[in-house]
């Protein structure tokens, strides 16, 4: 079975454009989330988001929906840092995972044809379609290998990412594109998740909202973003001389088969375990966690229980950085990958802000308020999603 490593890193979000600002970010605890502008919000309950910073947009000028452009930036910059990859298109692939995919379009649409009873612009469908992401991914980079949309909530990105591995594994490939990306701060998806009663709502700290784990933690913040890696057989990133930045050393991926909403600790604890043997690590391999973490009162207490399940005795440190970025939905696998790379390969843990009052149905060592030095290789990252999908990838910074 060949082995696949990363070569390249693309990540935008509420803490700004690329690996420098990001790291930045998580190095000092600082967190990206904010009032939302890039919409009129004063009609609404929630006025705050993990809403992309304008100026890491510039140079990208709407032409598709907002999401794709996401997409695409992450892209580029994970392009840009591996280097040509010598192969041919035609063994070069593009899966992006979305949760919502062109919510902006749809919103735009819908205001125009109910509110305004006016025309929807004709590019409606292709717009918005989920595949636009990684169509628009393939096009810029010639990818014509293996490509597609995964939808899965929240472990969308996951599942992107962890399917690709898979991909290069099999043979189907020898190179691919892969992440998450989702653009959901639009008035419409914004009331609809204050339906849901599930969001957390500080409009006059919205740094201090999200608050994963803590005992007074009131639900998640939504966000926007993306992040997407280059994934190569090691082969062929070793034939060409490129700096390897990590392994997908596991992947592991379940179905709750239960409530659409309510998680699963049997659930989320197999995904744990498939992704360690897929890996052939053992529990005590795991030198941190990056926990789905979202600040829910159902999830946080439920994620903290399949974990107890899968390590035992040998709990490694946890954290969560939507605390930081918020919930990016399809994304939010993605970049939270993404930036678990980044801080060990830097030397620390990124912290869980905002936990001043634990759960005490919340014990771990969940790495609070402040980053933390460390010489950690060995990682969980987890993303479980509404509709019971439950997906972990396993990553080394190093090769072993």
């Known amino acids: 079975m060949r082995r696949v490593v990363i070569t390249g890193t693309g990540i935008i979000s509420a803490l700004g454009r690329g690996a420098e600002s990001t790291l930045r970010h998580l190095r000092e605890g600082r967190s990206g989330i904010r009032q939302i502008t890039s919409i009129d919000a004063n009609a609404l309950h929630c006025r705050i988001g993990g809403e992309v910073p304008s100026e890491a947009l510039e140079g990208h000028e709407p032409g598709s929906d907002r999401f794709t452009r996401l997409a695409l930036i992450a892209a580029e910059d994970a392009a840009a840092e591996a280097g040509e990859l010598q192969v041919s298109g035609e063994r070069i692939g593009a899966l992006i995972g979305t949760g919502m995919g062109g919510a902006e379009t749809l919103d735009n649409g819908y205001r125009r044809l109910y509110g305004e009873n006016a025309r929807i612009h004709p590019a409606t469908i292709p717009l918005s379609m989920y595949n636009a992401a990684p169509s628009a991914v393939a096009r810029r980079f010639g990818a014509k290998g293996i ?221 609070p308020h402040h980053a933390r030095p460390a010489r950690a290789a060995r990682f969980l990252s987890n993303s479980f999603g509404f509709g019971g999908m439950n997906g972990v990838l396993a990553v080394s910074t190093s090769l072993h």
Not at 304 to 319: C, D, N, Q, Y
């Open 147 to 367: 490509g597609y949309a995964v939808a899965s909530a929240c472990a969308s990105g996951t599942h992107a990412i962890g399917l690709a591995a898979q991909a290069i594994r099999a043979g189907q490939a020898d190179a691919m594109f892969a992440g998450g990306s989702d653009a959901p701060l639009t008035f419409g998806i914004l009331r609809a998740w204050e339906a849901l009663r599930v969001l957390a709502v500080d409009n006059e700290r919205p740094e201090a909202a999200c608050r994963p784990f803590s005992a007074d933690r009131k639900g998640l913040v939504l966000a926007e973003g993306a992040a997407v890696v280059v994934l190569e057989s090691l082969e062929n990133a070793e034939r060409r001389g490129a700096t390897i930045l990590g392994e997908i050393a596991g992947f592991g991926a379940t179905s709750d088969a239960g409530h659409l909403t309510d998680p699963s600790a049997d659930g989320a604890a197999r995904a744990m375990t498939l992704a360690l043997a897929d890996a052939g690590w053992q529990p005590a391999d795991v030198e941190y966690i990056n926990a789905h973490g979202t600040g829910t009162k159902a999830n946080d207490a439920t994620e903290t229980a399949a974990i107890h399940f899968v390590f035992g005795e040998t709990l490694p440190p946890v954290s969560s950085t939507k605390s930081m970025h918020g919930h990016a939905m399809g994304a939010s696998g993605a970049i939270e990958l993404v930036a678990s790379l980044l801080a060990l390969r830097n030397g620390f843990l990124p912290p869980t802000l905002n936990l001043d009052a634990p759960d005490p149905a919340c014990d771990l060592d969940y790495v």
